[in-house]
């Protein structure tokens, strides 16, 4: 280990939003900072992600870094031992298995970056993040910006009509809302069943 690196540098942080609102640039940011004070780095992000590129995190603003590609969270403990600082991306993707392996991690003395979507389109909390937010040390919540009005956008709201919780794509599937502009699909379904009960 680094001199200078001790137990207690171990804790969670937890970079969370809707689509759009820079959680992968900012988990970037994070990481770049650890690898210039020369602090041994590792990134992880789920498989089922292959937007853009294989072995990087590439953020929508095409900041990018290196990172392993794993199928299943346990994967992390065997290329982490030698790791200060642990990065994950698209972490709603893990099961909750996560939740012990980062806290088992941080409690190593390693600092782990969780960057993920706190909700899905449904505007429904997105697990494993609701438990990794209330064990993190350090949370950011980040905002993007209403794609329909302007405001602060804290849904991601989905153009498509899938009922499938993960369909992998970005901005010709999805758009970012504020609570105002955000519907719920069961209510777009709704407004659809009021819809046909007023024109009979
Ligand atoms: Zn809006």
Redesign the pocket.
Known sequence: MQSGWRPQNGHIEVVCGSMFSGKTEELIRRLRRAQIAKQKVVVFKPKIDNRFHKEKIVSHSNQEIHSIVIKDADEIIQHSVFAQVIGIDEAQFFDNNLIEIVQNLADCGKRVIIAGLDMDYRGIPFEPMPQLLAIAEDISKMHAI?M????Q?NYTYRMTSSKERVVVGAGEVYEA??R??YEAPDEKDDMKIKDKNSES
């Open positions: 209403c329909r009005c302007g405001a956008a809302r504020c105002h502009c």
